[in-house]
């Protein structure tokens, strides 16, 4: 079992930039690749940024290329994910997730509870 805590999360303008940190408890943080997710009010949750545990390889969706960073530290068993240049439409909730295999695709095995990012034009 991995339990995943999301934090950083606020109101901000755009241009603006945060970083969002979730840190995870349990078993073996290091061998579990790492997602971010987010999602909007009657929208499907979408695909942000994930990070292979192994290779550190990242990979991101369309939309935040460029702008969002994906990292991790195993020493603090934490991944974080910076935020730069926020538009309006990056507000969602934003979630972590842990799997075994690394995806694009919503079927990771743990989750975080979400934390909210707003932006502000």
């Known amino acids: 079992q991995v339990q995943l805590v999301e934090s950083g999360g606020g109101l901000v303008q755009a241009g603006d930039s945060l970083r969002l940190s979730c840190a995870a408890s349990?078993?073996?943080?290091?061998?579990?690749?790492m997602g971010w997710f987010r999602q909007t009010p009657g929208k499907e949750r979408e695909f942000v940024a994930a990070?292979?545990?192994?290779?550190?390889?990242?990979y991101y969706g369309d939309s935040v290329k460029g702008r969002f960073t994906i990292s991790r530290d195993n020493a603090k068993n934490t991944v974080y994910l910076q935020l730069n240049s926020l538009k309006p439409e990056d507000t969602a909730v934003y979630y972590c997730?842990?799997?075994?295999?690394?995806?694009?695709?919503?079927?990771?095995?743990?989750w975080g509870q979400g934390t909210q990012v707003t932006v502000s034009s």
């Open positions: 349990g078993r073996t943080f290091s061998s579990y690749n």
């Open positions: 990070i292979n545990w192994r290779t550190g390889n990242t």
């Open positions: 997730a842990a799997d075994r295999v690394i995806t694009t695709q919503l079927n990771y095995a743990y």
